[in-house]
């Protein structure tokens, strides 16, 4: 397999570390959806990573879809998110709320960088929505008492949250104020000093435009 994204986006690196949890072998290709959009093209249309080319050709997109194939590929005894029911929907849910916080982080380094007038409007508007986020993963995580975030064993809702508060905090510096959010702090921590995490990472650069 080949994953094409470089890995300061928390969307390629959730993938990667998916990966490199699963053992599963992969060679990595950090194309730049802005300065190798021409490499990216030719297996994904819209030029943008995570992008995963199977050793058949085949080519699967969006981070959401390449993880539920990757967990169908090791089988539901592996997978790190529950084959079904309220377990399930539970761990989507987190996943959804982090991965939507990394939309919004991602939304505002466009802003800051490729316009030279700037939305203050949109500016606040995906302030709070990344506050009232944090707030609620906040609480959620506080109401558990497990090593992870459903249990003893780390799974894809864990992975997503962490990826997602690296590029916040070092995208957007005095956004994600980590006196308030006691409970995110200590969960990224954890994950991050986890050897896959240590591994996978890339600090955050400014794309060129």
Partial sequence: MILIGQYDSPFVRRVAIALRLYDLPFEHR??????????IAPFN?????????????????????????LDELVGPETALLPAKGPPRRQALK???????????????????LLHTEKSQIWIERCQIQIAAVLDVLEADRGSRTSQWWFGDRIGHADIAVACVLRI?????????????????????????????????????????S
Wanted: proline share 9%.
């Fill in 168 to 208: 916040t905090w070092e995208a957007h510096p005095g956004v994600f104020d980590q006196a308030r959010w006691l409970k995110l702090a200590a969960h990224a921590a954890a994950c991050e000093a986890l050897p896959p995490f240590q591994q996978i990472a890339q600090p955050f650069s400014p794309p060129n």
């Fill in 94 to 112: 987190i996943c959804a709320l982090a991965t939507g916080l990394g939309d919004k982080a991602v939304s505002l380094i466009y802003e800051r």
């Fill in 45 to 69: 249309p819209l030029r943008r990573v995570p992008t995963l080319v199977l050793d058949d050709g085949e080519v699967v997109i969006e981070s959401g879809t390449i993880l539920d194939y």
């Fill in 30 to 39: 950090p194309w730049s959806t802005f300065g190798d959009a021409d490499k």
